[in-house]
C-alpha cells in the first residue's frame, strides 16, 4: 500500500488530509522508515511533522557536560571507589545520566552488537517482515514507533527489540543476524548492571546489595534502534522528548551523535565517546529512590548522516513475581524529614499507564506522586 509523502503535490490541505489512513498504510508496509528510504523519498512524510524547533533552548556552549565516570581498578583502590560512587551520586542527581569508560564489556563486542542490529534492518524488507508487529506478547518485536497511532508525530527511527532476562527468547526465536552476539551482550551487560546497581546503592547511603535484592537486575528488554537517514532533519525527530520508564538504561550508541539531554532547561548534547556506554536512571529509579535520583527529560535529533544505530538495555525491574511486583519509596531512605513522594504501585499498573500515555512529552511518574 502506497504510503503518500510530502514530496506530492501540495493538494492535500487540513480539510483533506487523512491522517490515519497515512499512518495505516506506513503500519501496513512492514518496512518502517528504512522502507520509505530505500524507495527514494525526497521529503518526509506529513505523519513525521513535529512543528518542533530543535534550535529552541539548546546549549550553544559547552560549559556544562554529562559526566563520565572511569571504572578503572574501582575494587582495589579505595579512594578511587569513594571518588567515583561520590560522582555517580552527583550525577545520578543533578543529571539523571553519566558515561562510563573501562566498564569491561570490549569495543569488538560492542562493534559487534552495533554492527548486529544495522544488519538486521538492513537485511531484504521481505526477511524484516517476518518480525514485524505490535503484539507485545511477542518474543521479538520489530515495528517503528511503538505508540505510532497514539503520538501526536511519529518518529523517524525503526526498533527490534526481545527481552533477555528473565525469561529470553529461545535461540531459533532470534534473527540469525545478531543471535550470537545479542547473547553475548546480554550476559556482558547484566554483569555490568550488577556492577552499577552496587555503586548506585552505595551513593544512596545504602548497602552495596540493595537495589539487586529489589530485584532491579533481574528483568532486561534490549532495544535496537536504526535511524536512517532523513531527508529533511529539521522536520522531524529521531526520539522526541521523553523520560524513560525502566529502572536504569545502559545505552550503547554509535559515533553519530544526535543524542541530548534536557538539564536546567536547555539541551545538551552527549558526544558518543568510542568505548563508553550511557547510562540513564529510568522512572521507577526516581520514584523507588524518592526524588534522590532523577529521570530526566532526552531526545534524539535526525540527521541527512547515517545511518545512526544504538542498543538500549532496559533494567525493567521485572522480577520473578512479574508484574504483580510492587514499587515504592526505598524505606531506608525515608524519615520525617523526607516523607514519601509517591505511593506504591504494581509493575504492571505503571507500564500500563506508560504504554497509554505514549510519547507526549510528559513524566509517566505525574500520577504516582502523592
Known sequence: MEVKSANQPEASTDSNYDRKAEIKAFDESKTGVKGLVDSGVKRIPRMFHSGISITENSASDSKFSVPVVDLKDIYNNYVRHEEVVNTIR???????????????????????????????????????????????????????????????????????????????????????????????????IMGLGCTIFELMSEALGLIPSCLKELSCAEGLFIQGHYYPPCPEPKLTMGTSKHTDASIMTILLQDQLGGLQVLHQNQWYNVPPVHGALVVNVGDLLQLMTNDIFVSVYHRVLTSHKGPRVSVASFFNGQAKEGLSKVYGPIKELLSDENPPLYRDTTGADFMAHHLAKGLDGNSALQPFRL
Open 90 to 188: 552527583s550525577a545520578c542527581h543533578n543529571w539523571g545520566f553519566f558515561q562510563v569508560i573501562n566498564h569491561g564489556i570490549s569495543i569488538s563486542v560492542m562493534d559487534e552488537m552495533i554492527d548486529g542490529i544495522r544488519r538486521f534492518h538492513e537485511q531484504d524488507a521481505d526477511v524484516r517482515k517476518q518480525f514485524y508487529t505490535r503484539d507485545l506478547k511477542n518474543r521479538v518485536l520489530y515495528h517503528s514507533n511503538t505508540s505510532l497511532y497514539r503520538d501526536k508525530f511519529a518518529n523517524w527511527r525503526d526498533t527490534v527489540g526481545c527481552p533477555m532476562a528473565l525469561d529470553p527468547p529461545k535461540a531459533e526465536e532470534l534473527p540469525a543476524v545478531f543471535r550470537d552476539i545479542i547473547v553475548e551482550y546480554s550476559e556482558k
